[in-house]
Structures are given as C-alpha cells and as structure tokens.
C-alpha cells in the first residue's frame, strides 16, 4: 500500500468509516499473525492481542495521532502487547507448560514444501534456519522485521524503541554472525 493511500484510509478509519477499518485489517491481519508467532509461538494468545488491539482502535480511533505507515503502527502495537501479556505470572507458566511440544513442532517440515522443494534449496533453507535459530531473539526479531516484512530501518527503529543507526549496526552483526554461521555448518 503506498503512503497516500494509507494516509487516507488512516483518515477515513479515524473519522469513523468502518469499511476503512475492515480494509486495514484484511490487509494486515495475517501479517500480524506472522509477526505475533515470530515473537511467542502461542497461537491463541497472537490472535486475542490483534483482536484486542482492533478493538482498541475502534474505542479510541478519534484520539488516535496520525501516522506514517499503517503496518509499523500495528507491529509496534502488536509488538507491546504480546509483551505486556507475557508479563504476567498465569501466561508465563502457560508458555513454560507448552514448550517442549512447540519446540518438536517446529522441527517438522510439512510435507508439501519437501515435495516442492528440490534437494539443493531444502539444504540450503535448512543450513539458513539453523544458522538464524542460533542467533538471539532479538537478533531473529531484526532480521525477520527486515527481510520478511521488508520494513526499513527507520521503521524497525521506531517499532523497537531504538535509534536507526543501532539497527543497522545491529543488523550488520547480526548478518555477520549468520554468515559464520553459515561456514560453521559447511560440510
């Protein structure tokens, strides 16, 4: 969506068009979601933050500041709740009881992408993975803001709290890192 666009659209959401509030989140809902398993791997708790994050929205969309880009808004959004759940002791043992069986799950590659993977580009995904699998939380955070959701660093800065330039140097480490990694795990 280019910038115009989400401007008016913010404009229209805020003035309390409702079909301006359904665009946003059929257009950002799923990313959302990516995002929020990226951060914890709870299903459950991913979808009631967006939930509650929308209903946020519609109960103080008049008070709401305008904003350059709808998608770092809802991240960052996203981003604060999913910690602020995570803060409290009920969630936490939640997580704690759910990990062992989370862990064996991200192991298992489904079926359909080894049938359309060829050998070559599975080892390689494989090699990648477990490289970035090394790195810290918030160095696979960096790199999957970036890479995947193609925001750029200014964005990412904003969303993190954080000024642009540490997350170049953070990303420069971080790539850095993934690429001795990488020679770690030549065969």
Not at 96 to 103: A, D, F, G, S, T
Not at 139 to 158: H, M, P, R, T, V
């Amino acid at each position: 969506m280019d910038k115009p666009f989400e401007n008016i659209l913010w404009n229209n959401f805020k003035s309390g068009d409702d079909s301006a509030l359904a665009l946003i989140y059929a257009k950002y809902a799923d990313k959302l979601y990516s995002y929020g398993l990226k951060i914890i791997n709870d299903e459950a708790l991913v979808k009631d933050c967006i939930h509650e994050i929308f209903i946020q929205l519609i109960e103080k969309r008049e008070s709401l500041a305008i904003i350059s880009r709808i998608q770092v808004y809802l991240f960052k959004s996203l981003r604060n709740k999913l910690f602020e759940e995570l803060r409290t002791e009920k969630r936490r043992k939640l997580i704690l009881e759910n990990l062992p069986k989370l862990e064996t799950d991200e192991t298992n590659a489904p079926a359909e992408e080894l049938i359309i993977s060829t050998e070559e580009q599975q080892f390689t995904q494989n090699r990648i993975k477990q490289a970035i699998h090394n790195l810290t939380e918030h160095q696979q955070e960096l790199i999957y803001l970036k890479y995947s959701e193609g925001l750029n660093n200014q964005e990412i800065a904003d969303m993190l709290n954080i000024d642009s330039a540490s997350v170049s140097t953070l990303l420069y480490r971080s790539l850095k890192k993934v690429r001795k990694l990488l020679t770690c795990l030549n065969p």
